[in-house]
């Protein structure tokens, strides 16, 4: 079974072994160095429009200069063409979603719901909610196996109503480990 620190793309440095941090500090400078490599021809062109020479290992000819400019142009239109259709996403999806909020709230799930979810009988789950020290054992693929009530609530507190859990369906049902907090 793979960590999820085995499938993650951004590493933390600190969680890097040197010659892992090394090697990524190295293959960053060189990923730079090739896209500063890939704009000299540009740089050339405008070191030859602004001082009218060659500044540049690259060569851009007085003749070529059409060229040049129909290939920045056309580069210039598909920057802007790109990038346009980005921020005109950007703006469709903030007048769609903006004004009224489109999300619900969650429905509080029942005591019946999650004793179904969690395999357990709706008695036991009961109990466990009436536990002020409650110990869940897990089984070997996660679920719930038993729970143990070390210390019941006071005899004053009373129990809440149906629906019993107040959490949202997407949370996980979670217990402390006696002792910890």
Known sequence: MKKLADVLIIRAAHNMSWLQRL???????????????????????????????????VTVRIDQLPGHLLALGRYALLVCLFG??????????YWRFSGEEQRGA???VTLLDMAADLGLEPALLQAGQAGKVVVVHHNPEGGIHHLDILQPLP???ATPPEPALTMSASLPLSVAQPGKR
């Open 106 to 108: 969650i429905a509080n």
């Open 84 to 93: 346009g259709g980005l921020v005109l996403w950007s703006r469709i999806n």
């Open 155 to 157: 005899a004053g507190t």
């Open 23 to 57: 090697l990524s500090r190295l293959l960053t400078v060189l990923w730079w160095l090739l896209w500063v490599y890939l704009w000299l021809p540009a740089l050339a062109f405008f070191c030859l429009l602004i001082w009218g020479e060659q500044l540049l290992p």
